[in-house]
């Protein structure tokens, strides 16, 4: 679900626009194939629901005006994953956890339309790192969202990054969820001082959780009768988190509705990129 005021507006739309909404420049699309919204602080998807179908991405009820981060949607984190600030771009290593992508404003680049969906670019509107840029693009139809975060090194150095496309999924209940296809990763425990472990057949997620998986397979989350997959490129990461309790910004009640399977590359896998190279974060979300 996604709070009235930005239903409303969804519901208004008729075909695409631009609105402020919470004090951030939405880009919506209502179309024959689904509803799509991309929130400019952040380039952060915060809605997309295909026809006949519903949410799959969760969005707080009780959203912080901007300039304070949304939680909910897809934001990106960018140019480091949660405070894996380094060493080689020292200036920038008091900067902000999840790094300044999910703060930035972007601009809206294009929009290409076809018979079965939309595909969006856009890019920041000033540098937030001194030798990296980022694009993204999403893509939507009837079947699929896919969202692709892509950096390229444009100095005279290597430089070494991290990323996470930190997606909400909506759920009935976060903790009667299962996610399958994780079998067998190791991962580390966050909630234990990174604590290495391997996951013993399906995940049943009954409660807090904050993991980091070494896999790069496909996951399925099963909500009741509902299946979605998450999909991956260039990613050998995989998050898997929720607080399982009330958040600064949103309640108890509501943060059941969501747990979130993350494309990254963290500690784990940290992206090394040379002058002139790009790498592609990918991820791909449909029915399973």
């Not at 930005?6 to 626009?17: G, H, K, S, V």
């Not at 380094?86 to 680049?109: I, K, M, V």
């Not at 998050?239 to 949103?250: I, N, R, Y």
């Amino acid at each position: 679900m996604i709070p009235d005021s930005l239903r409303q507006q969804l519901d208004a739309t008729d075909d695409q626009q631009t609105v402020t909404w919470e004090g951030r420049e939405l880009v919506l699309f209502n179309q024959p194939w689904g509803q799509l919204a991309i929130a400019l602080t952040g380039a952060q998807v915060v809605h997309f629901q295909p026809a006949d179908d519903q949410d799959w991405l969760w969005l707080t009820p009780t959203p912080a005006s901007a300039p304070a981060a949304l939680r909910g949607g897809i934001p990106l984190c960018w140019p480091w994953f949660a405070d894996e600030r380094y060493a080689d771009e020292s200036p920038n290593r008091q900067g902000p956890f999840h790094g300044p992508a999910r703060l930035a404003l972007w601009r809206l680049d294009g929009v290409d339309e076809h018979e079965e969906g939309i595909e969006v670019h856009l890019s920041p509107e000033e540098p937030l790192h001194s030798q990296l840029n980022a694009r993204v693009v999403i893509q939507a139809n009837a079947r699929r969202l896919h969202v692709e975060l892509i950096s390229e090194n444009t100095g005279e150095a290597p430089v070494k990054t991290s990323a996470a496309l930190h997606s909400y999924l909506a759920v009935g209940d976060a903790f009667q969820c299962r996610l399958e296809g994780l079998t067998g990763a190791r991962y580390l425990d966050k909630r234990r001082d990174f604590a290495e472990g391997e996951q013993q057949g399906t995940l049943a997620v009954r409660g807090p959780i904050d993991r980091i998986y070494h896999s790069n397979a496909a996951v399925t989350l099963t909500d009741g009768e509902h299946q979605l997959r998450v999909a991956k490129h260039q990613s050998d990461s995989t998050v898997v988190w929720h607080p399982g309790e009330a958040l600064s910004d949103t309640s108890a009640a509501a943060t059941r509705g969501f747990l979130c399977v993350e494309a990254a590359n963290t500690r784990l896998d940290p992206v090394w990129l040379v002058p002139g190279a790009q790498h592609l974060l990918g991820t791909t979300l449909s029915r399973a």
